[in-house]
């Protein structure tokens, strides 16, 4: 039975419901309209748009194999492993000779070390990045909302834009409300 796009706003098939402005239809199959790049249609199985510099996109081919898919990642005007392959400055590079870092690639053992704006710093978990661009020691000064606030993170947590002591009753509820443990509940737990 032969249906036109035009024609039909809803086409009930099972469970599912087709409307015209979303599908179109191909001998009685209904078909999602094709992805669209720099105002062309590609297909999204075996391209990726990508930004290829300078704001400017293009759909590129896809030359990885089919168990790197799930970590395919544009780099430039390639597509890489993510898993494998890191990206500076639209080159791609093998993760195990260095880390990106103030657009830069820097010899440096990207298990031990991290980039936070131009800085590289040591991975650790008393170190965190915040807001892109500050190494934060969580033992002196905690990242809340992307500013730095001078209270230490081992008796401090971030609560919405401010610090909260970690002893005593008060408990973040959700991303920043602040609640009496003792004779409150937070229904976000």
């Known amino acids: ?8 706003q809803l086409l009930l098939a099972g469970l599912l419901v ?10 009685a199959q209904a078909a999602m309209p094709a992805p669209m790049c720099a105002g062309n249609t590609y297909d999204p199985f075996t391209m990726m748009c990508c930004d290829t510099g300078g704001g400017q996109f293009e759909a590129v081919q896809i030359e990885l194999p089919p168990e790197a898919l799930l970590f395919a990642k544009c780099c430039g005007d390639m597509v890489v492993d993510n898993s494998t392959s890191g990206c500076c400055m639209q080159e791609p590079f093998p993760l195990s000779e260095g880390v990106c870092c103030g657009g830069e690639l820097q010899p440096a053992d990207p ?12 991975k650790s978990p008393m170190a965190a990045c915040c807001g892109g661009h500050t190494v934060v020691d969580l033992t002196e000064e905690i990242c809340c909302a992307n500013r730095v606030i001078q209270v230490p993170g081992t008796t401090h947590t971030c609560c919405g834009m401010g610090a909260l002591p970690m002893a005593g009753a008060e408990r973040c509820c959700g991303p920043r409300s602040v609640y009496d443990s003792t004779s409150q509940s937070c229904c976000d737990e």
Do not use: K, N, Q
Request: aromatic residues 14%.
């Open 18 to 27: 087709f409307h015209s402005a979303l599908h179109h239809f191909c001998d």
């Open 111 to 122: 298990t031990v070390m991290e980039c936070c704006g131009d800085a590289l710093f040591e």
């Open 1 to 8: 039975m032969p249906f036109s796009s035009s024609s039909v």
